[in-house]
């Protein structure tokens, strides 16, 4: 299994207090531990609002993990283009705009998420809740890759997310105990539906502030809900999206 979304809060690196919240640590023995028995055999490691955008952690962690695991920063606008082409020699390959907790200078991401693409190749990760998403296409139609977090987190939001998948957008099965979605299977049914290679599960580990952590059960969800599709939604299908598929993993 290749875990599409996975946090690691390592203590010898500091955190930024967001919204008055600070997480307890969570390392990768921890994350080791907590999916022993899964088949985890590498994943991406996304950084969270709490970790700002100081991304000394990601270095560290994505060496210690090794070939098969990827990389999510969080970059500021002034960010250089040997900071990018940095990342990237450690295995980020993705950039991450969090909307639902900071405020975001819309023509800033683009540029930053434009230049990032051109440089290395590196898509954008969206947090936000799909209800926005509408608000957002002027945005999303000048980037060439872009992903969802969460399912979009809402079920209001679910219309907006099917069409943005329908013309190419891919959707992280993360976070069933953080969105607010009626019927998470449902979801995943649809959005399946509409484009099989869209669908890219993680655990959303170690699911702070989520009103539970994943669990066992989410991966019975997303079985009933893709069925044949599994290997790909498990798998494949975030391989390609992160370009690991030429890669073994660890």
């Known amino acids: 299994m290749f875990d599409a979304h996975v946090h690691i809060l390592d203590p010898r690196f500091p955190l930024v207090e967001n919204n008055g919240y600070l997480p307890e640590p969570f390392t990768i023995a921890d994350y080791r531990a907590r999916v022993d028995g899964f088949g985890v055999d590498g994943g991406a490691v996304v950084t969270a609002s709490y970790q700002g955008t100081?991304?000394?952690?990601?270095?560290?962690?994505?060496?210690?993990?090794?070939?098969?695991?990827?990389?999510?920063?969080?970059?500021?606008?002034?960010?250089?283009?040997?900071?990018?082409l940095a990342l990237d020699r450690a295995g980020v390959r993705a950039l991450r705009f969090n909307l639902r907790r900071s405020a975001t200078d819309m023509k800033l991401l683009t540029t930053l998420a434009l230049r990032a693409w051109d440089l290395a190749g590196w898509h954008a990760e969206f947090y936000v809740d799909a209800s926005?998403?509408?608000?957002?296409?002027?945005?999303?139609?000048k980037l060439p890759a872009v992903s969802i977090d969460h399912l979009g987190m809402s079920t209001r939001g679910l219309p907006y997310l099917l069409d943005l998948v329908d013309r190419g957008a891919k959707v992280k099965a993360t976070g069933f105990g953080r969105a607010t979605i009626d019927d998470v299977g449902d979801a995943l049914r649809r959005l399946h539906a509409v484009n099989p290679s869209a669908l890219m599960f993680g655990t959303d580990l170690p699911g702070t502030?989520?009103?539970?952590?994943?669990?066992?059960?989410?991966?019975?969800?997303?079985?009933e809900a893709v069925g044949d599709d599994l290997?790909?939604?498990?798998?494949?299908?975030?391989?390609?999206?992160?370009?690991?598929?030429?890669?073994?993993?660890?």
């Open 54 to 84: 100081d991304q000394s952690y990601l270095f560290a962690a994505l060496q210690e993990l090794g070939p098969g695991w990827v990389g999510v920063a969080q970059l500021d606008a002034d960010a250089t283009d040997e900071d990018i």
């Open 132 to 141: 926005l998403l509408l608000s957002l296409e002027p945005v999303f139609k």
């Open 209 to 223: 502030r989520a009103r539970r952590a994943f669990e066992a059960a989410d991966l019975d969800l997303v079985t």
């Open 231 to 250: 290997d790909a939604v498990l798998s494949g299908n975030a391989r390609a999206w992160y370009r690991l598929t030429d890669q073994s993993p660890s």
